[in-house]
């Protein structure tokens, strides 16, 4: 077996913590998100030297993290099911756990398109062309389908979101 390139490792070590953030978001599972960034960094380092031409890695690892989430959430065999915890944290719990851990848990009941299209646009704090770029969307599209993802978590929170909040 060959050895990967300095600059991929280099670029491995940098977007991993990001990368598995953002999968966390997504899957709900540390152990969902281990495999996804896995699998997403896989993916690149097949394509590292057309990627590295390009001089986009990053938007690039980004929307292989994001389509490989969608297209494992979309495949009928897929048993694995997001988890109720998050990864346990090295600063500890944060003042609004309870207001985290209902968001998260609504995000778990959306489908993977509208939970991607809010970790991204309002977790991650990308904009409408990052986001659409990501998802290979219109910027109108993701602007519609961020509008409709969020009526529909509100519906799935309901009054939970109301006591949180206030």
């Known amino acids: 077996m060959r050895e990967a390139p300095a600059d ?27 495999d996804l960034v896995q699998e997403t960094l896989a993916k690149m380092y097949r394509s590292w030297r057309r990627i590295n031409r390009a ?11 994001v389509r490989t989430f969608v297209s494992q959430r979309r495949r009928r065999s897929s048993t694995e ?3 109720d915890r998050m990864p346990d944290t ?18 778990a ?15 991650e704090d990308r904009s ?15 602007r519609t389908r ?3 993802a969020l009526r529909r978590l509100r519906d799935v929170l309901g009054a939970e979101l109301a006591d949180l909040t206030t």
């Not at 001089?55 to 993290?65: G, I, K, N």
């Not at 090295?90 to 995000?107: C, T």
């Not at 062309?129 to 969307?137: D, G, K, M, P």
């Open 8 to 34: 991929y490792l280099e670029f491995a070590v940098a977007r991993s913590g990001p990368l598995f953030r953002t999968a966390c978001l997504l899957t709900g599972d540390w152990h969902l998100a281990e």
């Open 55 to 65: 001089q986009s890695p990053v938007a690039y690892a980004d929307t292989v993290l």
């Open 81 to 83: 099911r997001p988890s």
């Open 90 to 107: 090295a600063a500890g719990p944060a003042p609004d756990a309870e207001l985290r851990m209902a968001l998260l848990d609504g995000l």
């Open 109 to 123: 009941r959306l489908t993977a398109r509208d939970r991607a299209v809010l970790v991204l646009r309002y977790w």
């Open 128 to 142: 409408v062309e990052e986001t659409a770029q990501a998802l290979r969307l219109s910027p109108g599209a993701v």
């Open 146 to 148: 961020s509008t409709r």
